[in-house]
Every structure is written in structure tokens, then in C-alpha cells.
């Protein structure tokens, strides 16, 4: 299955061919490519190159280990989730090393490590799912996550699965097309709400 | 110029040769190279799809608007930022539209936005510089960004520069390393702090 991006200015393929499935393949990830994964996400620049990002990971390798990260997300993605080979939980650091003051961007550099991963990822032909859905509390409190550091999301990964495998509530998921606003809507300039006269 | 990471583990050249140049050419952006950035953008995941990202871009075709964005940026950033043509402030919305409580997630999300810009822009043999040194306060004004959204990160894009051509700080600044924490730092299995069997 392919689920290409219908865009309107040409992107890289590995932009377009991007998606979240809901349906992942039993096969692991082989080692490599999971710590390919990683230093991916290690070279993402960030705020004074301060890194804030960590990650959690857990494989369906050690199986009780696997479970304990399941349990953090919340039921109604475990169906989907829980068929990915590799969870993760990516963790921001709150406050710079530099000087202790706070670091507006944590969150956001995780996301700038995490766009880094999912691009690496396309390449490989792995797919990652990222989920808000998961409890904060319990994931702080199962990982013992000082307060220094906020967990940020819960994300599956692994290569894709047979359409057919799934549910039919599942595969309409997986099928359904991707959609996202039109570009008039975030661009402006000179001014907040001004549209783009690139456009 | 060449920057590649020294990786320990092997990633797509698009992720390996990325740096935060401080030396942009003169040579503008065309339009639908700067338009495909966005369109990259537009395709990120996000938190129950909500695309919390808007971007402010002034380039130099618009000498006023540019100067205007210049000015937002702080004084030891406006050498280098001032050699791109083009600028932008990434904004992001800090509240669900589905519901109105608050999207924990609005920075990531804009991150992930920014890590498929800065994946497009690199396959196009453009470079992206992203500063948090920009008066926010400020740009929140001059641009009259509502307190429903916050100016996340400054970024100058264009292409490269000859070396040559800056000066004598900025060339060291350019020729030095890049560096990253070993993933043994970040990569943690079971418990927070627990190094990954992985590695």
C-alpha cells in the first residue's frame, strides 16, 4: 500500500510517501536500523545545541519490557499500537544545562529529533505513529522521569503490515485519505493573517 | 563546503550533510522552492492532525518587509542572518481548534513541521538556520500575533555562500565541527537513566 501525499508544490519523496499507519508487520526491527534511527535524531540542531531530547524504547525482544510501555498508552490505540515491534517515549529536558533557566524550545527540539527519525525511518521503509494518547502521570511514574524532564509522546514504529491482517475498522483508518489545511491558511507576511503574496 | 556528521551508525545523506550554515549566497530562493518548503511543512504529523504551525516569511524581494523581520532578531544574529534572502518566524497555536484546552503538544508539532522543511530544503541544496535569539515580545507586536498563538523560532534560509566572502569569525564559526552527545546519554531501556541494551 502507498498513501502519497496529494500536494500542491513538489516535495521529496520521502515527505510525500510518509504516513502514520495503523497497521504494522510482525517483523522486528533489526538492530542496526533501530539505532539508525537514533543517530538520526541525535543530529538535529537544537536551541544553543542543547539536545534536550531522549528516548525510552522498548522491543517486542523482551516481551515484559514491551508490556510495561504498552500499559502507558491509553486503550484505545493499544489495538494498533500493540501490533508495532518497537514503542517508544521521547522526553524533553525542561531547563537548559547551560545555565538552569527554562528552555521554551524543549518541546520543540524534540520534535526537530523526531522529524530527523521519521525521515531516516522513510528510508528504511519504517513507519512511525506518533501518539498523544498515552498517560503522562503513570509513564512519569512506571520510568521514574525526574521533574527536570517532561515526557513528551508515545510513538510505534515499525515496517507495514498486511491490510488484510487488520479490522475492518482498522483497514478504513488505514485507507482513509491524508488531509491537511491549504497553505493560505498558515503563510502570511507583513502581517498575523495576512496571506502570502508568494502564494 | 562540505559538513558531514560523523555518525556511529549509518543515516540518509539528507540527514548526514545538514549543518546551520552562518554563510548564505545572495542568490534568492525561487518562489517554488520556497513554496515546496512549505508544502513539506504542511505534511507533518500533529496531534490529532490540528497543524498548529503558521509561518511570517519576508524575503528580500521585499527590502522593507525584510528589514522589518531583520530588526526582530537580535543584534549577534543579524551579521550571518542578514546575508540570507530569506527570513521567517514560526508560530504555533496553543490551543486545540477541536475543543479549546490546551495542546501540550503545539511546539513539538511545529518542530516536526520545521524537520520536514529543513529535510525538503536540504534535498534542494537550501540551508536553514533557526534562532531562538529573536525578541518575542516584539515580533508579537510588530506582526500582532494573538496570545492564542506564540512566535516559537527565527529562521534565515538561502543557499550557501563562499566561505571566502565572510568574515574571519564567521569562516572559523563554519569550519568548526559538528557535535552531538553519544546516544549512550539519551538511549535508556526499562528505567530512566538506564542505558539501552540497544547500543
Redesign the interface.
Known sequence: MEKF?E??????D???K?W?TVIFSEKLIE??K???L???A????S???E?P???????KD?LE?YAKMLDCIVEGNREWASTAPVLMIS??KLHFDRNGSPN?????????A???M???AT?MGIHMH?M?GFYLDKTREV????ET?DP??AIALGYLGEIDSASEALQNREKSP????T?DK????????EV?K??
Open positions: 501525499a500536494t500542491s508544490y513538489p516535495v521529496a520521502v515527505v510525500r510518509r502514520s538492530r542496526e533501530l539505532l539508525s537514533i543517530e538520526a541525535r543530529w538535529a540542531s536551541c544553543f545545541n539536545q531530547w531522549s528516548f525510552i524504547v522498548a522491543t523482551d519490557e522526553v524533553a521554551r524550545h524543549s518541546y520543540h527540539d524534540v520534535g526537530l523526531i522529524g530527523n521519521v525521515t531516516q528510508e506518533q498523544g520510568y521514574s522521569i525526574p524532564h513528551v509522546a491524508r488531509s491537511r489545511k497553505i498558515f503563510l502570511f507576511s507583513g502581517k498575523w493573517g502570502s508568494l502564494i
